[in-house]
């Protein structure tokens, strides 16, 4: 009785071991766009979920994210040119909270700034992925709604939130700056009311967001998620 | 035992105090060149909620120990500075931890939180930090030259290396300050804390466009939290330096407000008024003009 309780252990615990393993082979990432003898230079830990903090110091925190929005200096599309007269004295966006980064690591907010064509939809990944969340994305321009005069052009994509999630979009081909500021205050009025979760969602979908990106994207020749 | 206990919390109002200066400061700076620019600018208040929102961040991306420890050298680099200059002259509160021998080590932590950040810059990998990072150093390196020989022309005019020795010196008059008993070695300083401050025309070491940035590149969340309220320190700690130098040190809260905005508001003037050199540049000219004007006011003093 003894003896066959301590092997209906053991044999559980070798399942155990194994259904784990699996588990942990599951969740660590492919990395197959890479070469052998690069993989050991990239991550392969999934991406995940991060819950936000309960009443009112989430209130708070998304208050200062709200009042402190770092744009990534990076002009996917000719949308960028609106970015310039925001911030000199015309429509100087200082005033509210809002600065440009150059760099991924430090900004919170992404432009999409028109059309993306799929060389640029691979650096826009790249560059959502490298940001520290929360982070929040702006359509600009009616190119990222439907893909607008390029719908049905060879090398540009039609929907942006197919590939990274969208919190706010300013139709228009171009916008003026002014509707650009308008967007700005509804993404500083949403993220005030915690409906900016794009970063949580990108991480629950994320298999569904990288089959379409890798649909798109032929030459993938980069990790599965870039830390 | 009380005597520390004491002084530790006289410590801790000194830095409290200095951190909400230095970061008031920093704002209206910015609201100050907006108005050159013809802009409004951002609100005074913009520093505090760039610290909290970094602070606030989710995710934090991580190198290795020295990437930890990068900003943390910054930090103390600033905090040693801060700590061994006497804030305001005969105040027990804000006179710090000054000694016979703190100007030395002043000297050194100004350089120390640079070399700790290269540390730290580098193991994040990423090539535009020891970019950054070198630049940065050649630069110090360069105007470290007129600014060590401005503080050796002071040192020996009053026989001393203690602060608060040399502030109680330019006590009694607006006469005694540096700045008139020994302007050579105050138009040293002061140029040589142009390029302290980074502001044009020796911006190139943060480039914001060319370079992203410099060495914080890789720096996010809470550890550019950290260097962005170690900024607001050591800029008040610089700012307190210079005025104990050159500018008589203060006897009150007041006037070392008055000083080092004025001090500050210089640095921006000049900021907002030239364009920017390059590091190459920017090390001829320290090592031109200003060293001479050092090295004259060094002789001056010996002879």
């Given at each position: 009785m003894k003896e066959s309780n301590m092997d209906g252990l053991q044999t559980t615990a070798t399942e155990t071991e194994q259904q784990l393993e699996d588990m942990a082979k599951e969740m660590?990432?492919?990395?197959?766009?890479?070469?052998?003898?690069?993989?050991?230079?990239?991550?392969?830990?999934?991406?995940?979920?991060?819950?936000?903090?309960?009443?009112?110091?989430?209130?708070?925190?998304?208050w200062a994210r709200s009042q402190s929005l770092w744009i990534l200096g990076f002009g996917t599309g000719c949308g960028a040119i609106e970015l310039r007269p925001l911030m000199t004295s015309r429509f100087d966006m200082y005033r509210y909270g809002i600065q440009a980064r150059p760099t991924p690591r430090q900004s919170c907010v992404f432009i999409i700034g028109g059309y993306a064509s799929v060389k640029t939809l691979k650096r826009i990944v790249r560059s959502y992925e490298q940001m520290q969340g929360p982070k929040f994305v702006l359509g600009l321009g009616s190119c990222t709604v439907n893909g607008g005069m390029y719908w049905d052009s060879y090398n540009t994509i039609n929907r942006i939130d197919q590939y990274i999630p969208v919190d706010v979009y300013i139709a228009g081909c171009m916008p003026r700056p002014e509707a650009l500021l308008g967007g700005f205050i509804k993404l500083k009025q949403m993220i005030r009311e915690g409906k900016c979760e794009g970063m949580n969602k990108y991480i629950d979908d994320f298999d569904w967001y990288k089959a379409n990106q890798k649909q798109i994207i032929h030459d993938w020749n980069m990790p599965d998620y870039n830390w | 035992m009380n005597e520390i206990m004491t002084k530790a919390w006289y410590t801790l109002i000194s830095l409290f105090v200095i951190t909400n200066y230095g970061l008031l400061l920093g704002g209206t700076m910015a609201r100050v060149r907006a108005k050159v620019q013809g802009r409004i600018g951002q609100p005074v208040w913009q520093p505090y909620i760039d610290i909290l929102k970094n602070n606030f961040k989710r995710t934090g991306i991580y190198h290795g120990v020295m990437f930890y420890l990068g900003p943390v050298f910054r930090l103390a680099g600033g905090l040693g500075t801060y700590l061994f200059i006497p804030a305001v002259y005969g105040s027990l509160v804000f006179s710090n931890f000054s000694f016979s021998g703190d100007l030395l080590l002043v000297m050194y932590f100004i350089f120390f939180g640079q070399l700790g950040m290269a540390l730290g810059a580098g193991q994040s990998g990423h090539p535009y930090s020891p970019l950054g990072v070198s630049r940065g150093l050649a630069q110090m390196t360069a105007f470290e030259v007129p600014f060590a020989l401005s503080v050796i022309a002071i040192a020996s005019q009053y026989q001393t290396l203690s602060i608060t020795e040399i502030?109680?010196?330019?006590?009694?008059?607006?006469?005694?300050?540096?700045?008139?008993?020994?302007?050579?070695?105050?138009?040293?300083?002061?140029?040589?804390?142009?390029?302290?401050?980074?502001?044009?025309?020796?911006?190139?070491?943060?480039?914001?466009?060319?370079?992203?940035?410099?060495?914080?590149?890789?720096?996010?969340?809470?550890?550019?939290?950290?260097?962005?309220?170690?900024?607001?320190?050591?800029?008040?700690?610089?700012?307190?330096?210079?005025?104990?130098?050159?500018?008589?040190?203060?006897?009150?809260?007041?006037?070392?407000?008055?000083?080092?905005?004025?001090?500050?508001?210089?640095?921006?003037?000049?900021?907002?008024?030239?364009?920017?050199?390059?590091?190459?540049?920017?090390?001829?000219?320290?090592?031109?003009?200003?060293?001479?004007?050092?090295?004259?006011?060094?002789?001056?003093?010996?002879?």
């Open positions: 660590r990432l492919a990395n197959d766009g890479l070469m052998e003898q690069d993989k050991g230079y990239f991550c392969d830990v999934r991406p995940h979920r991060v819950e936000p903090y309960k009443g009112i110091m989430e209130s708070f925190a998304n | 502030v109680a010196a330019q006590q009694g008059g607006i006469l005694n300050w540096v700045a008139f008993t020994n302007p050579l070695a105050m138009v040293a300083g002061m140029i040589s804390f142009l390029g302290m401050s980074m502001g044009n025309p020796f911006s190139v070491v943060i480039a914001p466009q060319e370079i992203p940035i410099g060495p914080p590149t890789e720096m996010q969340s809470s550890f550019l939290g950290m260097l962005q309220t170690n900024r607001a320190i050591f800029n008040g700690a610089k700012l307190v330096l210079f005025m104990n130098l050159y500018f008589g040190g203060a006897t009150n809260i007041g006037v070392m407000v008055i000083k080092t905005f004025l001090i500050y508001l210089y640095t921006v003037i000049v900021d907002a008024s030239f364009p920017r050199f390059r590091t190459d540049q920017s090390i001829r000219f320290f090592l031109g003009i200003p060293a001479l004007i050092g090295i004259a006011a060094v002789v001056l003093q010996m002879l």
